[in-house]
């Protein structure tokens, strides 16, 4: 398995799968083309055989300069339970440590148990919030400090 940085390429291979990837969500429409172009140093693909298995689409906050946000990262099916998220992570949490970030954030839906799960085993924090984007629109987030 080789990790590489994102290419604005690697949109047109990711976007018209992810909805598949997760069991028929449809939830494509939150990887837009301009984080393939955007944040190419803190956003990773995974490849075997040149073809991509997993990726994190990531970037620094604007606001918080010492905080990072990962906006999706996803593992083909056939490829979860291997390490390949943990191994994305890592590599996230070193590239916005080297940019000075000291805390990592990130959010699911509340029904995502097994994105709950991961993060908790990864040692990010949870915290439930109500109505994050509206009314019944419940979240989870997540932060953890890093230090590499």
Same mark, same amino acid.
């Not at 018209?16 to 990837?21: A, F, T």
């Not at 620094?60 to 990262?73: G, L």
């Not at 593992?75 to 070193?94: E, I, N, S, W």
């Not at 991961?118 to 984007?133: A, I, L, N, Q």
């Given at each position: 398995m080789m990790i590489r940085s994102v290419r604005e390429s690697d949109y047109f291979e990711i976007v018209p799968v992810v909805n598949e990837w997760w069991g028929g969500r449809q939830i494509d429409h939150l990887l837009q083309r301009l984080f393939f172009v955007h944040f190419q140093n803190t956003s990773f693909v995974m490849e075997e055989?040149?073809?991509? &298995?997993?990726?994190?689409?990531?970037? &620094?906050?604007?606001?918080? !300069? +010492?905080? !990072?946000?990962?906006?999706?990262?996803? &593992?083909?099916? +056939?490829y979860r339970d291997k390490g390949m998220a943990k191994q994305l992570y890592d590599r996230f949490f070193g590239q916005v440590h080297e940019l000075g970030c000291c805390t990592v954030r990130c959010i699911t839906s509340a029904v995502n148990e097994g994105s709950i799960q991961f993060h908790m085993k990864m040692g990010f924090t949870v915290s439930f919030e109500k109505d994050y984007e509206g009314e019944g629109r419940h979240y989870i987030s997540f932060a953890k400090r890093i230090s590499i």
């Amino acid at each position: 398995m080789m990790i590489r940085s994102v290419r604005e390429s690697d949109y047109f291979e990711i976007v018209p799968v992810v909805n598949e990837w997760w069991g028929g969500r449809q939830i494509d429409h939150l990887l837009q083309r301009l984080f393939f172009v955007h944040f190419q140093n803190t956003s990773f693909v995974m490849e075997e055989e040149g073809r991509i &298995v997993a990726f994190l689409i990531g970037f &620094v906050s604007q606001s918080q !300069a +010492d905080e !990072a946000y990962i906006h999706f990262a996803g &593992v083909h099916p +056939d490829y979860r339970d291997k390490g390949m998220a943990k191994q994305l992570y890592d590599r996230f949490f070193g590239q916005v440590h080297e940019l000075g970030c000291c805390t990592v954030r990130c959010i699911t839906s509340a029904v995502n148990e097994g994105s709950i799960q991961f993060h908790m085993k990864m040692g990010f924090t949870v915290s439930f919030e109500k109505d994050y984007e509206g009314e019944g629109r419940h979240y989870i987030s997540f932060a953890k400090r890093i230090s590499i």
